[in-house]
């Protein structure tokens, strides 16, 4: 009997702490914020921005051929630094209707390489270049310059006609490439941009195949170094 009235005075001189925080003398409204955090609560300030996903699109003038391509890619980067960020890039440039200079070679018997240049007349080119970028940026206001560079391969597909047989043909090549680039970007308020930037595009792609009139293996190259101009819109993440 001793030991049940000693517990219900022990329950009755704990039941002010088990009412609650509020409750609790010396407590307030600041200290149950503190160490009582709410479940719903959400940070009033903005979201930082990871990086960037772009949009592109433009012109490029490849130095092997007659007729300039129209391109559009995208980009995704990260903000390493306030001023650096890593990326990566896929582009298409495609053309129709134009002359390209192909280089072929050979090792005859005698163990000379045999080089001929020839112009295919492709009815269609699709050059995609997949790269991989670091670029440096200056905030500097409104205007914000930017320059970098990228490396990585490039893969090229010619739906072509041979003028020395008369015959159509397709061809696939691919080999490494590099980029090198520089613009201007405005802002469109704080999670959007416009951009406009110039461009270097370097690389040889070539592929191997067994020739059955010579009866050499043939390997064939193909020069898509050039120049381009393109703009693009930026979305922060």
Known sequence: ???????????????PAIAGPLDAPGWTRSDVRRY????????????PIQGWFEIRGGVYDPQSTTKDDWTVGIKTSGQITPIVQLGLTADLHRRENAGRTVTSSYVDPAGNVVTTSTTAVQNE??????MATLEFRLPTGVLEPYVGGG????????????????????????????????????????????SGEVYYNGATVDRHFFDPVSGFEIQESVDVNGVGARGGLSFAF
């Open 125 to 130: 080119s699709n050059l995609w270049p997949v």
């Open 1 to 15: 009997m001793r030991r049940l009235a000693g517990s219900l005075l022990l329950l009755l001189a704990a039941t």
């Open 151 to 194: 490396a990585g391969w490039e893969f090229l597909n010619v739906q072509a006609y041979d003028a020395t047989t008369g015959l159509n043909y397709s061809a696939n090549y691919n080999g490494f490439g590099y980029q090198g680039f520089g613009g201007l970007r405005i802002p469109l308020g704080s999670r959007a941009r416009v």
């Open 36 to 47: 009582y955090p709410s479940s719903n609560y959400r940070s009033s300030g903005p979201k």
